[in-house]
């Protein structure tokens, strides 16, 4: 027996024995050829008298890991004769089974009472678990075998879940009679009820899970299944009917849900299983009704699907059928996928058969064509195995238009009609890799809208294509864009793939961009928002490490470079730049912009390997002209600060004034509408302005002057300059005026004190001043206050008179006491006055360029009783002397006369004309 031995030791008496076998390397098999193969090694004892024999066995098996110990007694002199099993055990791995009982002899009646503990299915080929519990078992034997089985499982653990049950069966030869079987895991139910065999016994099951996340954490609802077991054994009949409803399984919930299968358990099983879905939903995609059928036999099948729902929300139907055999020896499937159709957002249509070769280490698809919307793909092959990897094809007519719109990307101001195509080959075998992509624009381009315009802007598309190559681990990308008139980029990117890895993401690479954007102002124009930027840009950068974390290098070279921002007014030319980059860090060589006649310094530096990009610069200015905008013009000295982070560009500073000032324009001139476009100009928009943040200190220094609204005058001060996201320039601050002028009612008014606040827009300050006619001995004038665009203006004097007597004074310097056919000269001066505009440029200034400062009509009485008109037309020299030439209508009353007030109310006068010349010194007083 291949080595087996049996050694025996011990005596056989009359009335006794004690005999002792030892075994070692018994093989079962080697007895029977349809039993396992053993290694079965210990010890068999007999002893007792030969009426009362008994066993005592210790036995293991080092093949099967199994051992087992037990006391049998046979007792010949009882009646009826009983053979005894007591204390048997039997274990199996870290299973345990002991059982008690008898075999009445005569009667041919077994009796068994167990337990088992630790039985773990999986060892005889089910599922995993550990099963404990206890069993009886009642036989008779005689005749035919009837035996009754009870079972109690304690509590256990299957599939990972806590598991008890009971039930109770009876075997008959060939049946299974009278079979309640019930089982509990958690809230689910398993029940058998009925008998098995026969051609008409019939075994009803059913189960409930109320929540399928018992079974499965990804799965929510309930689930409940009825079938049945019938007829013989080597003809059973399975029909299984089981229903769902609310199921959600990950993001994709299914509303009711019903499977039926039917099947013969013999011949070529034939089967038929279907399921219906009223309802999948997952994202956009909602399947009103699903209907799936498979039939056919174990060896040969076919299979159809039919879905009909929405997709982004439009409708949508599905089609599938495919059928193939299946050689159970080698549990191999070959078939046909005959249709494939979608139609709805998503087009799809399968236009020739594919093949399907699929077993147990691989697949393989065969030629075959499909068309995806109005793309084409030509699926030459695609094969896998766990050793081999081929695949090869072409897609035709992708239009990126609408694969972005289905993907969701949209923007209302990109318009595109680019055609791609692309083609594909990559092998794998035996640890090497080849393979070559190409994507290439056919034709079309790409078109983008200035914002707040229906104008769009071509891009015009050049050579566009990408080219990825696969030479074992090395990879390889070359890519090219070109944009006639915008940008030209080329890129070549190489990487090695160890391991047959393709997480790009994490997968380390050098790169190299070079590109060149010729002329700023092209780009620039696609913003709309009133920013406008030339010069030429030159770009090499290198990147080399993953796309998070790596090293980068490179250059950028700007040459007549500009930048002007219509909302700040902020004005840089003939720029120069020169940035590098290296140990992934931005730094300025040099960025110099000029302005009037300084200059813009900029230094500063980048750290790539924040957590959020950011960036600071600091600017110094030298005598540059940095702002020039319709209302104010500022050339300073100072420094600042460029900022950048998450919330756009900042740009703050301390600067002195070299020389500024602040004009405002007569809203009275006629302009067009702000929303009348010229014929070839584009309509400045509100759109995103380039600086998200502008906030200077200007020292207004000694030499800046505010013009408009009537003020011509020297400014003291210091203003705060700040401008938010999308916002003009605003001023903030209060300036002391002084050398200044304020025109009203026609006269030039010295300001003998005031204050100009701004509080927000530059082209609306506050007034508070107090303007006086030069050396007026009554302190004749008007005091201003309000806003620039509203204000209100008072007359005012420093006695107390009337307004027709103080106006007279501040048109005449004399009451009206002294007006002689002055009715003509008022109207005159108030005619005059009227026709100022916003900027108080009067009637004189209009049409004397500003030399002439006054014009007066006075009546005079000659020493003959006549009277005559004439017109004084006066230019004050300086702030005390002023001349004056007198033209009478009759032409005999001509003269020049000169005044010179040195004090107050003290002046000297001096006339010379052709009736007669005089000198005199005054002095006025004026009484109430």
């Known amino acids: 027996m291949g080595g087996a031995q049996a050694v025996g030791l011990g005596w056989l008496r009359k009335d006794n024995m004690n005999l002792r076998i030892q075994l070692a390397g018994i093989d079962l098999a080697a007895l029977q050829s349809s039993l396992p193969k053993t290694e079965v090694s210990g010890e068999a004892r007999f002893t007792g008298s030969y009426d009362h024999p008994q066993l005592a066995i210790d036995l293991n098996d080092r093949i099967l890991a199994l051992t087992a110990k037990g006391d049998l007694a046979l007792d010949h002199l009882e009646s009826p004769k009983k053979l005894m099993i007591e204390n048997a055990v039997l274990r199996y791995a870290d299973s345990e089974a002991s059982l008690r009982g008898n075999y009445r002899l005569q009667e041919e009646k077994l009796a068994l009472t167990g337990q088992f503990a630790h039985l773990d299915p999986a060892k005889f080929g089910a599922v995993s678990g550990r ?7 009642d036989a008779d034997l005689a005749s035919e075998a009837v035996v ?5 499982v304690q509590p256990s653990v299957l599939l990972n879940r806590p598991l008890t049950g009971k039930g109770m069966l009876q075997f008959v030869p060939r049946r299974l009679r009278n079979i309640s079987v019930q089982f509990n895991s958690e809230a689910t139910e398993l029940h058998a009820e009925g008998s098995l065999g026969g051609v008409d016994d019939i075994l009803n099951i059913s189960a409930v899970v109320p929540d399928a996340a018992q079974w499965y954490d990804q799965a929510h609802g309930k689930v409940t299944a009825q079938g049945k077991l019938s007829g013989a054994f080597d003809d059973l009949a399975l029909t299984l009917a089981a229903d769902s409803t609310q199921i959600k399984v990950s993001d994709v919930d299914i509303g009711y849900l019903t499977v039926t299968a039917e099947s013969r358990l013999s011949g070529q099983f034939p089967f038929l299983i279907k399921a219906n879905i009223d309802s999948i939903q997952g994202g956009e995609l909602i399947a009103q009704q699903t209907e799936l059928a498979f039939d056919g036999t174990i060896r040969e099948q076919s299979m159809k699907l039919r879905s009909s729902g929405t997709l982004q929300q439009k409708p949508i139907d599905l089609n599938v059928m495919a059928k193939g055999a299946l050689d159970i020896n080698t549990m191999r499937w070959q078939g046909v996928l005959s249709e494939l159709s979608l139609d709805g957002v998503l087009s799809a249509k399968l236009q020739t058969p594919m093949t399907i070769d699929a077993k147990g280490d691989g697949f393989a698809l065969g030629t075959t064509i499909l068309s995806l ?11 896998w195995r766990t050793d081999y990897f081929h695949t090869k094809g072409e897609l035709t007519q992708i239009d990126v238009a609408e694969w972005l719109a289905f993907a969701g990307v949209k923007n209302n101001n990109i318009q595109s009609d680019v055609i791609l195509a692309a083609d594909w080959y990559l092998t794998q075998q035996a640890g090497h890799r080849e393979g070559v992509a190409n994507i290439q624009r056919k034709t079309g381009d790409l078109k983008f809208q200035i914002p707040s315009q229906t104008q769009w802007l071509p891009l015009n598309l050049g050579q566009t294509a990408l080219r990825v190559t696969l030479d074992g681990a090395r990879l390889n990308a070359n890519a090219v864009v070109e944009s006639n008139g915008f940008a030209t980029l080329n890129a070549t990117a190489s990487a090695d793939i160890p391991d047959g890895r393709y997480d790009l993401t994490m997968l380390p690479f050098k790169a190299h961009v070079t590109g060149e954007a010729p002329d700023l102002s092209v780009l620039t124009s696609l913003s709309g928002s009133g920013i406008k930027a030339t010069g030429n840009l030159k770009l090499d950068l290198v990147h080399e490490g993953t796309w998070a974390n790596g090293a980068n290098g490179g250059s950028l070279i700007g040459s007549a470079l500009s930048y002007h921002d219509d909302l700040t007014g902020i004005a840089l030319d003939e720029g120069i730049m020169k940035i590098d980059m290296a140990n992934n860090k931005i730094v300025i060589d040099e960025l110099v912009f000029k302005g009037g006649r300084g200059n813009m310094f900029i230094n500063g530096e980048v750290d790539l390997l924040t957590a959020e990009p950011s960036a600071q610069f600091s600017i110094t200015v030298d005598r540059m002209n940095i ?7 500022l050339v300073v000295t100072g420094r600042g600060d460029l ?5 756009g560009i900042s740009l703050t500073g301390n600067l002195k004034t070299d020389y500024g000032n602040i004009r405002y324009r007569d809203n009275s001139t006629p302009s067009l509408s702000d929303d009348v476009v010229m014929a070839n100009e584009q309509k400045r928009s509100e759109g995103t302005a380039a600086l998200a943040h502008v906030e200077f200190d200007v020292d207004l220094g000694d030499n800046f002057r505010i013009r408009g609204y009537g003020v011509d005058t020297k400014v003291k001060g210091a203003l705060k300059l700040r401008a938010l996201h999308n916002q003009a320039l605003n001023a903030y601050g209060s300036l ?4 200044g002028s304020y025109h009203a009612y026609g006269q030039k008014l010295h300001i003998d004190r005031g204050i100009i606040s701004f509080l927000g827009p530059i082209d609306n300050p506050t007034l508070d001043i107090l ?3 030069e050396n007026s001995s009554v302190g004749a004038g008007v005091t201003v206050k309000g806003t620039a665009k509203r204000p209100t203006v008072a007359l005012r004097s420093e006695l107390h008179m009337s307004s027709n007597e103080t106006l007279s004074w501040l048109l005449f310097d004399h009451g009206t006491d002294d007006i002689d056919g002055g009715d003509s000269g008022i109207l005159f001066q108030v005619f005059n006055a009227m026709l100022a505009g916003d900027d108080a440029t009067t009637l004189t200034d209009s049409l004397f360029g500003g030399v002439i400062d006054e014009i007066n009509i006075t009546g005079m009485r000659t020493n003959d009783g006549q009277s005559t008109q004439v017109v004084t037309v006066g230019k004050r020299l300086t702030k005390d002397i002023s001349v004056a030439l007198e033209k009478s209508f009759n032409g005999l009353h001509d003269a020049v006369r000169l005044t010179w007030r040195f004090v107050r109310h003290w002046s000297l006068n001096g006339r010379f004309g052709t009736d007669d010349s ?3 010194v005054h002095y006025s007083i004026r009484f109430n």
């Open 643 to 647: 900022a950048y982070d998450a919330n």
């Open 627 to 633: 702002i020039r905008s319709q209302e104010i013009f």
């Open 736 to 739: 002391q005026v002084y050398d």
């Open 148 to 152: 009754d089985v009870q079972f109690a």
């Open 771 to 773: 303007a006086i006619r």
């Open 918 to 920: 005089s000198a005199s």
């Open 131 to 137: 099963l404990n519990g206890e069993f009886n078992i």
């Open 373 to 383: 919307n109005n793309m084409n793909v030509h699926l030459e092959t695609l094969q």
